[in-house]
């Protein structure tokens, strides 16, 4: 099994900043890729950035130039560094793994995010 834990999400004005982290533990042997979902209210998941085992990265349009992923593998971590936040930017954002050499797709129970005044 394959545990994923998400902190950093809060209450934060528009064009504040907040730093996400997602830290995965259990039965690891390989990461192929980490990243980031979000779900507004009556929205369907959509995916912010991720991050590939080389270190390529992909962003969503919507935060391409304010969101920035990144990963420490030693400790199984990947960050999210939100700035500039918009008001819709609010939404649970949640953490996404895929791990194994036969892939396997685990998820964390989300943080969240509101931006408002």
């Known amino acids: 099994q394959v545990q994923l834990v998400e902190s950093g999400g809060g209450l934060v004005q528009p064009g504040g900043s907040l730093r996400l982290s997602c830290a995965a533990s259990?039965?690891?042997?390989?990461?192929?890729?980490m990243g980031w979902y979000r779900q507004a209210p009556g929205k369907e998941r959509e995916l912010v950035a991720r991050?590939?085992?080389?270190?390529?990265?992909t962003y969503a349009d919507s935060v391409k130039g304010r969101f920035t992923i990144s990963r420490d593998n030693a400790k199984n971590t990947v960050y999210l560094q939100i700035n500039s936040l918009k008001p819709e930017d609010t939404a649970v954002y949640y953490c996404?793994?895929?791990?194994?050499?036969?892939?396997?797709?685990?998820w964390g129970q989300g943080t969240q995010v509101t931006v408002s005044s």
């Open positions: 996404n793994a895929i791990v194994g050499v036969v892939p396997s797709a685990y």
């Open positions: 259990g039965s690891i042997f390989r990461i192929n890729a």
């Open positions: 991050i590939l085992s080389g270190g390529s990265t």
